[in-house]
């Protein structure tokens, strides 16, 4: 019972390659392909694989999406696998674009590749699978009844072909509105997500576009510096294209409404440490939350990027910096954004040393705690030991105290000395 009674000729597919490798996880193969065998999948494994590699050499800013390694193969094993469920049902049993091919579409749109440039590789890959599947028709079955079964596989990359078309279009276009036009109706739930006031989020999920559970997510608030406005739609390309090139394919935007900043968030399934040293564009700033997981991760990270960009405006020592990540400020949020009530503990703590004329002071004073060793300082600094050994007395002469006393405090007033003043060029010691 329940066994297949009639055998299809793409039962006979399997792979020639020994060292093939999936790019789909175990659970998604047996998604895609409930009506196949093991050697077809493999087969579809090895020539997904295969096509990945043709069509990234013809578009790399396609083989580059994501983390440039797993999506693009992925989605194109994935959509062979489609292939060969519909040449079987001879019609299209379910959406022709998976998870990685609606993945790999957000991408695309969030990284400005032309619709024009993604449908040419989608038709291009198409053909070469409809290719491989003839070879394979020819290799495999009898003259007899060969003209009828190539003929079904040529009408297969018609029907295949204009609906997967179709599908990648509006799917593509939906994606383009949904980052440049958010409406009332999509603020009013986020706001709601973000204040627990939400219920049924499989639900909010889809109306959002947006996956919230299960994901790792990333909080984005972006904004101009100096003078220069951006109208909210160039804020937006500026932040998909930030977030594209970490792997953050599904994306969410809520512009303020005076647009004169834009939050946003992007989830990727798998854990993800941002690289230090970020850059933005000329004039615009950028505040990021900590990667987080699940509807919590989501609130959490939106909250951390909105305090990081609030210590950004605030405190003076960091409106040089184009990027800044809540994990580079979180003492300085634990310390309050009141400039006054920093500056007060600074002084308490620092005395005479808190004034930006001793930087070269607190820059050796610094490296000192951090490490405990004048040879480490000297060959950090580039400065001979006894320079070292100068400045600290000097450090402590001014401090009022020994500097091996009260070190976490002196520590953080070190930190928040930094941030409430610019950086001082160099002086001598």
């Known amino acids: 019972m329940g066994s297949r009674i009639e055998q299809h000729w793409t039962d006979a597919l399997d792979a020639t390659d020994p060292d093939l490798r999936s790019w789909l996880a175990p659970d998604e193969v047996r998604l895609r392909s409930p009506g196949l065998g093991e050697a077809p999948v493999r087969w579809a494994m090895q020539v997904g694989a295969e096509l990945a590699r043709s069509l990234a050499a013809e578009t790399p800013a396609l083989g580059a999406l994501g983390d440039g390694s797993t999506v693009f193969p992925a989605a194109m094993q994935e959509s062979v696998l489609l292939s060969l469920e519909t040449i079987r049902a001879g019609s299209v049993v379910h959406g022709l674009l998976g998870d990685r091919g609606r993945e790999l579409v957000n991408l695309s749109a969030a990284a400005d590749i032309p619709l024009p440039s993604v449908l040419a590789s989608v038709h291009r890959g198409h053909a070469m699978v409809v290719e491989r599947l003839m070879a394979e028709c020819r290799r495999l ?33 939906d994606e383009l509105e949904r980052r440049l036009d958010p409406d009332d109706a999509r603020r009013v739930l986020i706001e709601d ?8 989020l499989a639900e909010i999920a889809q109306k959002l576009r947006y996956d919230l559970a299960y994901r790792q997510h ?17 804020l937006r390309r500026i932040a998909s294209g930030f977030l594209a090139r970490f792997g953050f394919a599904q994306q969410l935007y809520l512009a303020h409404e005076g647009n004169d900043y834009l939050r946003g968030w992007g989830n990727r399934r798998q854990p993800f440490a941002l690289p230090p040293d970020l850059e933005a564009p000329p004039a615009v700033r950028i505040a ?16 951390e990027a909105t305090q990081a960009r609030l210590l950004s405006i605030t405190l003076p020592g960091l409106r040089d910096r184009p990027v800044i990540p809540f994990a580079d400020v979180r ?4 310390l309050g954004t009141d400039p006054r009530s920093v500056r007060k503990f600074v002084e308490a703590e620092l005395g005479a040393l808190a004034v930006p004329e001793h930087a070269v002071l607190l820059e050796t004073l610094a490296a000192y705690l951090d490490s405990h060793s004048p040879q ?3 060959r950090q600094l580039h400065i001979a030991r006894n320079t070292v050994a100068y400045r600290l007395r000097r450090a402590e002469e001014l401090l009022g105290r020994p500097i091996t006393e009260r070190q976490v405090e002196l520590r953080v007033a070190l930190l928040m000395q ?12």
Request: aromatic share 8%; net charge negative.
């Open 193 to 200: 997500v973000l204040a627990g006031r939400s219920h049924g």
């Open 331 to 334: 003492l300085l949020g634990l």
């Open 141 to 173: 079955t009898s003259t007899r009844v060969l003209a009828d079964r190539l003929d079904a596989v040529w009408k297969f990359g018609f029907l295949f072909s204009d609906s997967l078309g179709e599908e990648l279009t509006k799917l593509y276009a």
């Open 288 to 303: 990021l939350g900590g990667v987080a997981e699940g509807i919590a991760g989501f609130r959490q990270t939106m909250a």
């Open 376 to 378: 480490v300082v000297a």
């Open 218 to 234: 990333v909080g984005i608030v972006v904004w101009t510096d100096g003078g220069r406005d951006l109208p909210a739609g160039e």
């Open 418 to 429: 930094h941030a409430l003043h610019r950086p001082l060029p160099p002086a001598d010691g």
